[in-house]
């Protein structure tokens, strides 16, 4: 399909004032490049959403009607002046020679200027005789490989209708998709960075999207030798390994099983290990014993945890403000979301579900999701968002910067929302008290904004529904995701999954999958989601996969080839434990249960259903903000906030110093003992020599500690960085 | 620190990129760009503080700076007026106090705008930016970071104090939004007038006695043994763990940081200068903060949404502590010689309807409002702007909440043109053509 946006010739009452015949400048091909490559449109200028000073153009010039009637018509036609075009404003400002807050964006005798000194000596027309469209860009070349720190330019090519094709390299905006890895400049020289790997350049002409692959190989290569010693214990470890050896990247060292047990009950659960759970696992001499703890965590046995614990991420990307929807609907939307954890109901059938919901918002939960995201559009960008890994909202006004996304796409996905009915209540923040009925009825449209056009049912890059008749389209989009070859679906989620467990996505962020921004590993992320189709789109399935990979069982410890990889998982990530998992450890091991308001005394806060519950320890820890519409966003970061909680916050010090059984457990035994079961239930592993002498130390010489430094040593221990990150 | 991922934005520009500027890799940044960022680093060199008292609600603009003695009675109330140290100006006779320390602050009755809501009018002057959808009256909001946190951001701190601070409560739409839980504002809830008193989670619980507490933190210190990966470029979050223990320890340790949160050092004379109530001191606490560093304190104080008996409530306490407390604040800033860079800004959300309901209240009004404002350079005895003969309009100077924001931005070393980028990488301007109140920069 053609991914412009059309220009309809507007005939337009400017004096034609050329003396030598037809005019040459094209607006939207001559005059809109300059314009966007001056930086005019940028969104923090003049195409900001009320314009600068008054005059607006459209961002990235996704309406090139509307600029010419803003540049030629608007301030009374004083932005052009045809008899004497040196004194047009746009020139003036343009060149600073009036004072322009965005200061010279470019000289008197440049180019830039003659392009637009001649078009408004022309007569500034709209279009020119036999005005061609530009039919796409192409970049050469598509790829280059790089030393470090090397430099080498691109050329870029647009081609038009008529068949003819001109270098535009100068009139085109390039960006590096990550400064860190390579650089580029105004007239597209890219220069690579001193890191290996590979990433992208994008490419804008006016809204044409193209991205560049930017590869930078390693100065060397590690010995093949070495690599074949390495053990694999699943298909994740083989591609893994293939692009470490591209890469120059040598995996680190197998982690300890205290470690592993820590790390992978975190993981799949959302809790430390118990004592007895430790033991067991460090005495077990299976050599299978690994995979099998990650069987048992996966298991029946853990189900209330497992689900609580994937049903608080998911919550964050589903379930709405409850001052929005109403308290009801949010709290019969998460309660669905545990459910349907707890039974590890498939993937396609998740979605289905979801995506068909009608009823009552105060019966069914799922309902809540399209009270909340009521508009077409809302339901479109959010579904794409967290089921397909593509972010489309940029297209809700303006052709994607980076990417082929446009309007007709936006729109077309929102059609597949527009035959719904609803009855009740409405929005009525902060309260909506009572329910609302939705339903789908046939007949409803979706328009494109600019055009008018009614849009059939389409998904990014999928076939157009015609006339759906007395089909809810939706359910055809729910089949269309879980078709086994969707190209979207299977893979955002398996990449979610992967970001849960190793601390970034291989596509990251995960829910914005692009050319531009190519996966650390893309066979990989093929496997996996092929993987994932094959066994029914089971989450357990591909989390136990990728526990039980070499890859996940990594030390985060780095070794001399990899301190500075932080993207392609040559050794494990440290991250700190999310607010919700800290909390409940604490109240587990001091056997003092948080107060948290809406729930039962004694529920864990794994169990918080609505972020607008006030507690100042998951504030701390950043919970997602709890005004803000769901997808939510945490912040994985520290902070001093933080470090002066656990430190000194109140409900902290009662809860260690309070009854606490445990203490009173460990106030029996010796102070060996003690420090012992100390460092297994926080650390899972026994102290280290230096660490038994000076907690010792502390506790002192009698047949007992004294409680008060038991309770020191716990409170030093869990104000560590081992305690409160996943190493 | 977070790790601000690699994005694009429509700008073109990733968030990284503005790290990377920062450490003066200059991509492809044009010179506009590069000024901005100049100014913004010159903000961390500011000095200027800020305290911001916010009457939760929308105070009266009749009943308190901009009173119509001539005004029909359904229009005037039952108050009356008090003139000020300024011949010719008067104020609503409820703030007598005010009036005669209006030789060093500025009043302007002229800001107006159209966000006639609790939820849309907090986010307006909270943020300086109006919500891009409509809100519901009772919403707690967020779709851009407070003036707060944007200061937050831009300002660095000594003794690892807080760059925000807000009494007793966030005030709505007074969090980071995109900034992040970093410039959230730290919350003080106790209330200072309560002998028992404490700043959260800043000091070593007062239950454990002292040798006790360093006990404890060198056990800590000697048994935290996470091999730390040093390789900055390893980002390792062990390492960033180490900074805010490092920082938080500051905070526990300083002296000049935990005289400042303890009020009970202020001499009881002082303490009854502000209202020994709890609003007074926390406006007393806000000064002992931003003398230590603090470039930001929300002081906030509700009730103020006066649909029903207003005249009756403002006989109450709330009117009388706002005098006596915000007067207090400021002879006592001018005293000490901290009023020169340390603002003060009372106001609400909007101004409330002329004429009087049948409830003998006032409804929201946000086509006119009045501010105060004191400090760091801003004028004494001056009135900016005008209402019209009955209250109902701004009609003289009249500014908008984007160009409030733009002054305060302006006063405390901020460019309130630079772009921020939002979790999307949208770029966002900080302030929207905002236009400097020029009275506030005679």
Same mark, same amino acid.
């Given at each position: 399909m053609n991914r412009f946006l059309t220009v309809a010739a507007v005939a337009l009452a400017v004096p034609p004032v050329s003396a030598e015949g037809d005019p040459t400048i094209s607006f939207t091909n001559d005059v809109l490049p300059v314009i966007t490559k001056a930086g005019c449109v940028a969104g923090a200028c003049h195409a900001k959403s009320d314009g600068q000073n008054g005059f607006q153009l459209s961002i990235f010039s996704f309406d090139p009607d509307s600029d010419y009637r803003e540049i030629v018509f608007d301030a009374k036609g004083r932005r052009i002046f045809p008899a004497s075009p040196d004194h047009s404003l746009i020139l003036l400002k343009a060149t600073n020679q009036i004072p322009h807050e965005g200061e010279k964006r470019f000289e008197v005798d440049s180019e830039s200027y003659r392009v637009i000194r001649q078009w408004i000596a022309e007569g500034a027309p709209r279009t020119i005789p036999n005005e061609t469209e530009p039919t796409g860009i192409t970049i050469d070349p598509p790829a280059l490989s790089f030393k470090k720190g090397e430099t080498r330019p691109i050329k870029v090519t647009v081609a038009y209708s008529d068949g003819t094709k001109r270098d535009v390299t100068d009139l085109c905006e390039f960006t590096s998709n990550d400064a860190a890895f390579a650089t580029v400049d105004h007239h597209g020289k890219i220069t690579a960075g001193e890191v290996p790997g590979e990433n992208s350049v994008i490419v804008r002409y006016v809204d044409q999207v193209a991205a560049v692959r930017v590869v930078i190989p390693p100065d060397q290569l590690l010995p093949e030798s070495e690599y074949t010693a390495l053990k694999a214990n699943n298909k994740i470890d083989e591609f893994a390994y293939a692009r470490f050896r591209e890469l120059g990247l040598f995996p680190s060292a197998p982690c300890t099983d205290s470690e592993f047990i820590r790390r992978a009950t975190l993981d799949a659960i959302g809790r430390i290990p118990t004592v007895e759970e430790t033991k067991r696992f460090l005495e077990s001499k299976a050599p299978d014993k690994r995979a099998k703890l990650v069987d048992t965590l996966l298991s029946e046995e853990n189900r209330f945890d497992y689900a609580n614990y994937w049903a608080t991420k998911w919550g964050d990307l589903l379930r709405p403000n409850t001052q929005r929807v109403g308290v009801k609907p949010v709290y019969l939307l998460d309660d669905w979301i545990r459910r349907k954890f707890q039974v590890n109901t498939p993937w396609n059938e998740f979605v289905t579900e979801l995506l068909s919901a009608s009823g009552s918002t105060h019966r069914y939960g799922p309902v809540a999701v399209i009270r909340d995201k009521r508009e077409p559009a809302d339901m479109a960008e959010f579904i794409s968002q967290i089921f397909l890994g593509v972010r489309l909202n940029c297209a809700k006004c303006h052709h994607h910067p980076s990417e082929k996304w446009s309007q007709d796409d936006y729109y077309s996905m929102a059609a597949f929302f527009g035959s719904m009915k609803r009855k009740g209540q409405g929005i009525s923040a902060p309260i909506s008290g009572e329910p609302e009925f939705w339903w789908f009825e046939p007949g409803g449209t979706v328009k494109h904004p600019v055009s008018e056009a009614v849009m059939k049912p389409r998904a990014p890059d999928g076939t157009e529904y015609g006339d759906t008749g007395d089909r809810d389209p939706r359910s055809l989009l729910a089949e269309w995701i879980t078709k086994p070859e969707n190209p979207y679906f299977a893979r955002a989620m398996v990449n979610r999954i992967w970001a849960e467990l190793l601390g970034k996505g291989l596509v990251d962020p995960v829910d914005d999958f692009r050319e531009s921004n190519p996966a650390v590993n893309q066979p990989l992320l093929d496997w996996l989601a092929k993987d994932f189709v094959e066994h029914g789109y089971d989450q357990k399935h591909t989390i136990a996969t990728i526990l039980k990979s070499r890859l996940y069982q990594q030390s985060s410890t780095p070794n001399e080839h990899n301190a500075t990889d932080t993207r392609n998982f040559s050794r494990s990530y440290r991250r700190r434990l999310p607010a919700e998992v800290l909390l409940d450890t604490l109240s587990t091991i001091t056997g003092d249960p948080e107060k948290l308001q809406g729930l039962p005394n004694d529920s864990p806060a794994m169990q918080q259903w609505n972020h607008l519950l006030p507690n100042d320890f998951l504030d701390a820890f950043g919970? =997602?903000?709890?005004? /803000? /519409? =769901?997808p939510l966003e945490r912040d994985p970061g520290g902070s001093v906030v933080q470090a002066l909680h656990l430190m000194n916050s109140k409900v902290l010090q009662k809860k260690f110093a309070g009854e606490n059984p445990w203490v009173s457990e460990l106030e029996k035994l010796s102070p060996e003992e003690s420090v012992g079961q100390i460092y297994l239930r926080l650390f899972s592993r026994s102290p280290a020599d230096d660490e038994k002498r000076i907690a010792l130390n502390h506790l002192g010489t009698e047949a007992t500690a004294p409680r008060e430094k038991i309770e020191n040593l716990i409170w030093s221990l869990v104000n560590s960085a081992e305690f409160v990150l996943n190493h | 620190m977070s790790k601000l991922r690699s994005l694009l934005n429509c700008e073109g520009l990733g968030r990284r990129d503005f790290i990377q500027t920062g450490l003066g890799a200059l991509g492809g940044l044009g010179l506009s760009d590069m000024l901005k960022l100049k100014a913004q680093a010159g903000a961390k060199g500011s000095d200027t503080r800020c305290i911001f008292v916010w009457l939760d609600g929308g105070p009266s603009h009749y009943e308190t700076f901009d009173p119509k003695p001539d005004a029909p009675s359904e229009i005037r109330g039952e108050f009356g007026t008090v003139p000020t140290t300024v011949p010719g100006v008067h104020f609503c006779d409820k703030f007598p106090k005010l009036a005669k320390t209006f030789d060093k602050f500025t009043v302007i009755r002229s800001i107006a705008h159209n966000q006639n809501n609790h939820g849309a009018g907090n986010h307006y002057l909270m943020t300086g930016r109006p919500t891009p959808v409509p809100v519901g009256c009772g919403a707690y909001v967020t779709f851009h970071p407070s003036i707060g946190s944007v200061v937050s951001k831009n300002r660095e701190v000594k003794h690892g104090l807080p760059a925000y601070v807000s009494a007793p409560r966030m005030s709505r739409s007074g969090g980071p939004n995109f900034l992040g839980a970093q410039h959230a504002p730290f919350v003080i809830g106790d209330d200072p007038n309560k002998k028992s008193f404490r700043v959260r989670d800043v000091s070593l619980p007062t239950e454990i006695e002292d040798g006790r507490a360093k006990s404890r933190v060198e056990l800590r210190q000697s048994l935290d043994q996470l091999r730390r990966i040093t390789d900055t470029a390893a980002e390792d979050p062990a390492v960033d763990f180490d900074d805010y223990y490092a920082s938080a320890f500051d905070l526990i340790t300083s002296t000049e940081a935990q005289e400042a949160f303890d009020i009970s050092k202020e001499p009881e004379k002082v303490r009854e200068t502000y209202g020994r109530n709890d609003f007074g001191q926390r406006l007393l606490m806000a000064r002992r903060l931003t003398e230590v560093g603090v470039p930001f304190v929300t002081v906030y104080n509700g009730g103020w949404d006066d649909h029903r008996g207003l005249f009756d409530n403002y006989k109450k306490t709330k009117a009388e502590r706002v005098d006596t407390g915000v007067s207090a604040l400021i002879s006592d800033l001018a005293e000490r010689g901290s009023l020169d860079n340390t603002m003060v800004i009372l106001l609400g959300e909007f101004g409330r309807t002329p004429k009087i309901n049948k409830d003998a209240g006032r409804d929201h009004w946000s086509f006119a409002m009045s501010v105060l404002m004191a400090g760091a350079g801003i004028p004494g005895g001056q009135i900016v702007g005008a209402t019209d003969v009955k209250g109902y309009y701004a009609n003289e100077n009249i500014y908008a909440p984007e160009d409030f924001a733009a002054s305060i931005y302006t006063k405390m070393g901020i460019d309130h043109q630079q772009t921020l980028h939002d979790a999307s990488g949208r770029p966002i301007q900080l302030v929207n053509n905002g236009k400097l109140i020029k009275e506030l920069f005679a």
């Amino acid at each position: 399909m053609n991914r412009f946006l059309t220009v309809a010739a507007v005939a337009l009452a400017v004096p034609p004032v050329s003396a030598e015949g037809d005019p040459t400048i094209s607006f939207t091909n001559d005059v809109l490049p300059v314009i966007t490559k001056a930086g005019c449109v940028a969104g923090a200028c003049h195409a900001k959403s009320d314009g600068q000073n008054g005059f607006q153009l459209s961002i990235f010039s996704f309406d090139p009607d509307s600029d010419y009637r803003e540049i030629v018509f608007d301030a009374k036609g004083r932005r052009i002046f045809p008899a004497s075009p040196d004194h047009s404003l746009i020139l003036l400002k343009a060149t600073n020679q009036i004072p322009h807050e965005g200061e010279k964006r470019f000289e008197v005798d440049s180019e830039s200027y003659r392009v637009i000194r001649q078009w408004i000596a022309e007569g500034a027309p709209r279009t020119i005789p036999n005005e061609t469209e530009p039919t796409g860009i192409t970049i050469d070349p598509p790829a280059l490989s790089f030393k470090k720190g090397e430099t080498r330019p691109i050329k870029v090519t647009v081609a038009y209708s008529d068949g003819t094709k001109r270098d535009v390299t100068d009139l085109c905006e390039f960006t590096s998709n990550d400064a860190a890895f390579a650089t580029v400049d105004h007239h597209g020289k890219i220069t690579a960075g001193e890191v290996p790997g590979e990433n992208s350049v994008i490419v804008r002409y006016v809204d044409q999207v193209a991205a560049v692959r930017v590869v930078i190989p390693p100065d060397q290569l590690l010995p093949e030798s070495e690599y074949t010693a390495l053990k694999a214990n699943n298909k994740i470890d083989e591609f893994a390994y293939a692009r470490f050896r591209e890469l120059g990247l040598f995996p680190s060292a197998p982690c300890t099983d205290s470690e592993f047990i820590r790390r992978a009950t975190l993981d799949a659960i959302g809790r430390i290990p118990t004592v007895e759970e430790t033991k067991r696992f460090l005495e077990s001499k299976a050599p299978d014993k690994r995979a099998k703890l990650v069987d048992t965590l996966l298991s029946e046995e853990n189900r209330f945890d497992y689900a609580n614990y994937w049903a608080t991420k998911w919550g964050d990307l589903l379930r709405p403000n409850t001052q929005r929807v109403g308290v009801k609907p949010v709290y019969l939307l998460d309660d669905w979301i545990r459910r349907k954890f707890q039974v590890n109901t498939p993937w396609n059938e998740f979605v289905t579900e979801l995506l068909s919901a009608s009823g009552s918002t105060h019966r069914y939960g799922p309902v809540a999701v399209i009270r909340d995201k009521r508009e077409p559009a809302d339901m479109a960008e959010f579904i794409s968002q967290i089921f397909l890994g593509v972010r489309l909202n940029c297209a809700k006004c303006h052709h994607h910067p980076s990417e082929k996304w446009s309007q007709d796409d936006y729109y077309s996905m929102a059609a597949f929302f527009g035959s719904m009915k609803r009855k009740g209540q409405g929005i009525s923040a902060p309260i909506s008290g009572e329910p609302e009925f939705w339903w789908f009825e046939p007949g409803g449209t979706v328009k494109h904004p600019v055009s008018e056009a009614v849009m059939k049912p389409r998904a990014p890059d999928g076939t157009e529904y015609g006339d759906t008749g007395d089909r809810d389209p939706r359910s055809l989009l729910a089949e269309w995701i879980t078709k086994p070859e969707n190209p979207y679906f299977a893979r955002a989620m398996v990449n979610r999954i992967w970001a849960e467990l190793l601390g970034k996505g291989l596509v990251d962020p995960v829910d914005d999958f692009r050319e531009s921004n190519p996966a650390v590993n893309q066979p990989l992320l093929d496997w996996l989601a092929k993987d994932f189709v094959e066994h029914g789109y089971d989450q357990k399935h591909t989390i136990a996969t990728i526990l039980k990979s070499r890859l996940y069982q990594q030390s985060s410890t780095p070794n001399e080839h990899n301190a500075t990889d932080t993207r392609n998982f040559s050794r494990s990530y440290r991250r700190r434990l999310p607010a919700e998992v800290l909390l409940d450890t604490l109240s587990t091991i001091t056997g003092d249960p948080e107060k948290l308001q809406g729930l039962p005394n004694d529920s864990p806060a794994m169990q918080q259903w609505n972020h607008l519950l006030p507690n100042d320890f998951l504030d701390a820890f950043g919970r =997602p903000n709890s005004s /803000a /519409a =769901p997808p939510l966003e945490r912040d994985p970061g520290g902070s001093v906030v933080q470090a002066l909680h656990l430190m000194n916050s109140k409900v902290l010090q009662k809860k260690f110093a309070g009854e606490n059984p445990w203490v009173s457990e460990l106030e029996k035994l010796s102070p060996e003992e003690s420090v012992g079961q100390i460092y297994l239930r926080l650390f899972s592993r026994s102290p280290a020599d230096d660490e038994k002498r000076i907690a010792l130390n502390h506790l002192g010489t009698e047949a007992t500690a004294p409680r008060e430094k038991i309770e020191n040593l716990i409170w030093s221990l869990v104000n560590s960085a081992e305690f409160v990150l996943n190493h | 620190m977070s790790k601000l991922r690699s994005l694009l934005n429509c700008e073109g520009l990733g968030r990284r990129d503005f790290i990377q500027t920062g450490l003066g890799a200059l991509g492809g940044l044009g010179l506009s760009d590069m000024l901005k960022l100049k100014a913004q680093a010159g903000a961390k060199g500011s000095d200027t503080r800020c305290i911001f008292v916010w009457l939760d609600g929308g105070p009266s603009h009749y009943e308190t700076f901009d009173p119509k003695p001539d005004a029909p009675s359904e229009i005037r109330g039952e108050f009356g007026t008090v003139p000020t140290t300024v011949p010719g100006v008067h104020f609503c006779d409820k703030f007598p106090k005010l009036a005669k320390t209006f030789d060093k602050f500025t009043v302007i009755r002229s800001i107006a705008h159209n966000q006639n809501n609790h939820g849309a009018g907090n986010h307006y002057l909270m943020t300086g930016r109006p919500t891009p959808v409509p809100v519901g009256c009772g919403a707690y909001v967020t779709f851009h970071p407070s003036i707060g946190s944007v200061v937050s951001k831009n300002r660095e701190v000594k003794h690892g104090l807080p760059a925000y601070v807000s009494a007793p409560r966030m005030s709505r739409s007074g969090g980071p939004n995109f900034l992040g839980a970093q410039h959230a504002p730290f919350v003080i809830g106790d209330d200072p007038n309560k002998k028992s008193f404490r700043v959260r989670d800043v000091s070593l619980p007062t239950e454990i006695e002292d040798g006790r507490a360093k006990s404890r933190v060198e056990l800590r210190q000697s048994l935290d043994q996470l091999r730390r990966i040093t390789d900055t470029a390893a980002e390792d979050p062990a390492v960033d763990f180490d900074d805010y223990y490092a920082s938080a320890f500051d905070l526990i340790t300083s002296t000049e940081a935990q005289e400042a949160f303890d009020i009970s050092k202020e001499p009881e004379k002082v303490r009854e200068t502000y209202g020994r109530n709890d609003f007074g001191q926390r406006l007393l606490m806000a000064r002992r903060l931003t003398e230590v560093g603090v470039p930001f304190v929300t002081v906030y104080n509700g009730g103020w949404d006066d649909h029903r008996g207003l005249f009756d409530n403002y006989k109450k306490t709330k009117a009388e502590r706002v005098d006596t407390g915000v007067s207090a604040l400021i002879s006592d800033l001018a005293e000490r010689g901290s009023l020169d860079n340390t603002m003060v800004i009372l106001l609400g959300e909007f101004g409330r309807t002329p004429k009087i309901n049948k409830d003998a209240g006032r409804d929201h009004w946000s086509f006119a409002m009045s501010v105060l404002m004191a400090g760091a350079g801003i004028p004494g005895g001056q009135i900016v702007g005008a209402t019209d003969v009955k209250g109902y309009y701004a009609n003289e100077n009249i500014y908008a909440p984007e160009d409030f924001a733009a002054s305060i931005y302006t006063k405390m070393g901020i460019d309130h043109q630079q772009t921020l980028h939002d979790a999307s990488g949208r770029p966002i301007q900080l302030v929207n053509n905002g236009k400097l109140i020029k009275e506030l920069f005679a």
